[in-house]
């Protein structure tokens, strides 16, 4: 499990003094203070941490293939930023309260009813945009939703789990358990009940290959399995961020069409991955430095992650 | 009891219980996919996950709806699965301990 945790950790950007010298910015000066603490470092990360540079550049170089060296270095720094900004926000939630959060979901109705058919709901997110965002608004839904993941302890997402509206509606699945959790995620898509989980994290799971802008990278097949065999729904959920402490959350549902009963299962499997690899496409295409996976996504490597 | 009927009877339980473990591990391999293994080859204490039949998490899938389908079994939690889910054997015993304790 070390192996799993350093081959997906991207490098510690700051650690508990850094969160704690923001924590306290938030709290005795506000947000936009903040972003302004976070325009003076992230410089800083850009020219003294080649292990940083290093960690997003394989997604920068895929994203933007026609930049110069001066332009991948401006766009690293712009990157940084946007993730700063991000990770400002998440901890404003736990900081300065939930109600400095404005989310916008144009398509929460359609997301209620599809949940309210109580037929299982597989919800896919990704670690892209405020993902947490997605996840705390799910307590809306006002039906049991399991999420599948590792929940460390100093991440400032978590206020998303304690703040988060009906939270006695959540339940946290540790991908770590006896079988990656797949009993308890089993039992409650079949029970009708939500079940939240990574596109972009296999836990050590079974994966397989998909073209993801222009190289091929293996995603977990987890998901569309667990929605397949248990004929629920699956709902690709993706945040966009709009401005200071500000989110739309995009909604896609990417099942409920025949042409998938027609196929054999492993076809399906490809197809609901190929569907899902093309919304976040879409997205990055419209939102190109939201993609937080800081590590090179597309190695073999990852492959053998146990 | 006369003790030929007596003898007849735990036969039988003993055929029934036989059966149960067959059947399981027909059903496994048939409806889990897995290639190249016949009921005959599998032992009642082999492991099912990781070594032994080689089934993996997303197997479990299919084994939690399966016992759901055929045997009206809902196995709450990973802790609770633990132990039922270690072989043929030991998911036999559970089936028949949810069967006289309802």
């Not at chain 1, 705390?136 to 991440?155: C, I, K, S, Y």
């Not at chain 1, 989980?197 to 977990?220: H, I």
């Amino acid at each position: 499990m070390a192996e799993t945790d350093r081959k997906h950790r991207s490098p510690d950007y700051g650690g508990r003094l850094g969160y704690g010298i923001f924590h306290w910015c938030l709290r005795l000066l506000g947000v936009v203070p903040a972003y302004a603490l976070l325009a003076m470092v992230v410089p800083y990360y850009v020219v003294f941490r080649p292990d940083a540079r290093r960690s997003v550049a394989p997604y920068l170089k895929l994203r933007f293939p026609d930049l110069t060296r001066l332009g991948m270095l401006l766009k690293t720094v712009k990157y940084f930023y946007a993730f700063g900004q991000v990770l400002i926000d998440q901890a404003a939630m736990g900081v300065l309260g939930p109600e400095r959060f404005k989310v916008d979901f144009p398509k929460a109705k359609e997301l209620h009813a599809l949940a309210h058919k109580r037929k299982g709901l597989v919800l896919l997110t990704t670690h892209a945009g405020n993902w947490q965002t997605a996840m705390a608004n799910m307590g809306d839904l006002q039906v049991p939703v399991h999420f599948q993941l590792r929940l460390e302890a100093h991440t400032a997402g978590r206020h998303f789990f304690d703040l988060g509206s009906n939270r006695e509606m959540f339940r946290i699945v540790s991908p770590d358990g006896f079988l990656g959790g797949m009993v308890e995620l089993t039992n409650a898509v079949k029970s009708g009940e939500c079940v939240s989980v990574m596109g972009d994290r296999s836990w050590g799971g079974k994966t397989g290959p998909a073209v993801f802008l222009g190289q091929v990278a293996e995603f977990p097949i987890m998901p569309y399995h667990l929605t397949l065999h248990t004929d629920s729904e699956l709902v690709v959920l993706l945040t966009a961020r709009t401005g200071k402490c500000a989110y739309r959350i995009e909604y896609t549902r990417i099942t409920g069409d025949c042409n998938l009963d027609d196929m054999p299962r492993n076809h399906a499997i490809q197809e609901l991955m190929h569907r899902y690899v093309a919304c976040l496409e879409d997205y990055l295409a419209r939102h190109p430095l939201m993609w937080f996976n800081c590590f090179d996504f597309w190695s073999p490597d990852k492959q053998d992650t146990p | 009891m006369p003790a030929r009927f007596r003898e007849t009877l735990y036969s039988l339980k003993e055929v029934a219980s036989l059966s149960l473990e067959h059947e399981l591990k027909t059903m496994v391999i048939r409806e889990l996919k897995v290639d190249d293994v016949t009921p005959d080859d599998l032992k009642d204490d082999d492991p099912l996950f990781g070594e032994g039949l080689g089934l993996d998490s997303l197997d479990a899938v299919e084994l939690v709806l399966l016992l759901q389908k055929h045997y009206q079994i809902e196995i709450k939690d990973m802790e609770e699965a633990r132990k039922p889910f270690s072989s043929i054997g030991a998911l036999a015993e559970y089936i028949r301990s949810r069967r006289d304790n309802p």
